[in-house]
């Protein structure tokens, strides 16, 4: 008999109106269920099988990890309801996906030409804040990105820029600490010689003092933890989820080995009191408050009115005075500064033949791929066919088309 062993997936036997189905779990949060003829057995995530069948299964897994974007789905626990599951289809992006890294907001590498480059592994979060400027649940697929993929890419991109103080910040459209390769990318991009910082944004749902030490120990510099209340009943109704806001957890972080940064979002009618809690609690800890003026997005949640730039410094100064802590940044206060421009294969306005590689995001968005590059469209696409599209957004190689008639 032979076991057949995964890294990334692990295999559990499921029953189905009577019918056996092996559930591939891929990253820890991703899956999906293959029904080989074959007698088989799983034992503590390993596949057991007759050798002479070996091949055939590993074909049927490495066809599901891909499988023409069909069958991928992503598993996490719905933030509101413990016990409910939220589903949606995924997509796995390395080489031989198609997809470049380089054009869309929502994951990849995003270069607005200066010190500081956004890397986004992964998508999708395990809150409902009230605020998400994304709105998670417009968005019915996820992405994940092969991390030796991510950390190739990102080194190309870092050599163009010939810069010697280069920041890498982890964030994205999603919570990544969801990456279960996110220690390990840390570790592989901490070793370049350009890179200087690498951050990253968490809500901290997931993150324990043993996560935090092997990330600062694999070459983490700073946490920018979202914390909008430091009330558990508040912060829950903020989150969208039943959260407990464990204070001498947070202190405790502050002094390990890395930068902590709490960064809280200010919503009038909201959470005004417990911004200055939070503000008191930081000067009284010597943590660094980087609070942030709720802005409105089109496809967000929207659930205040925005507080007006004037009003909103105003208020900082307040509490900068009265709780002697800095509280107003610019981008001079982290170095960040101009860098070698990545060029555009293609600008605004310009007419590409470009090919479909994957469905996006939303219902109706594609991704295409043209010159190393991906597009972002809306409308009717197929996977696999080319199409001429219109740039109608070029702004840091982030991409947009529009399909154009024929």
Known sequence: MKRLE?????????SIDEKR????????????????????SVEKGVLIVDDKYEKKIRKMVENGIRNDLRSMRTEF??????????????????????IGLIGNVGFGIVDRNTNVIEVKPITGCNLKCIYCSVDEDKRSVDFVVEPDYLV????????????????IHIGGQGEPLR??????????ISKNKHVRNISIDTNGLLL??????????????????????????N????????????????KDLSKMSVKLVLAPVLMKGINDSDIEEIVEFCAVNGIICGIQNYLYYNGGRNPAKEIKWEDFRGLLHSWEDKYDIRLLFSEGDFNIHKTIALAKPFKKGDIVSAYVVSFGQFNDEWILSAQGRIISARGNFSVGRSYKVRIIRDKHNIFIGEKVSR
Request: aromatic share 14%.
């Open 208 to 233: 324990n003092t043993e996560m935090a030490e092997q990330l600062i120990d694999a070459g983490l510099t700073q946490i920018n933890l979202s914390i909008n209340s430091l009330n558990d009943t």
């Open 235 to 250: 912060a829950s109704r903020i989150a969208g989820c039943t959260r407990k806001i464990d204070a001498n957890w947070i």
């Open 179 to 188: 990456y279960k390769y996110l220690k390990y990318f840390v570790s592989k």
């Open 21 to 40: 189905i092996l559930k591939c779990v891929f990253y820890e949060h991703f899956f999906f269920d293959i029904r080989p003829k074959i007698n088989y």
């Open 152 to 167: 190739d890419e990102l080194g190309k991109l870092i050599e163009m820029k010939d810069c010697e103080d280069i920041d």
């Open 77 to 98: 626990t719905d933030a509101g309801y413990p016990d409910k599951k939220v589903y949606k289809k995924a997509v796995f992006v390395d080489r031989g996906s198609g």
């Open 6 to 14: 995964y890294n990334d997936v692990k295999f559990i036997q499921q």
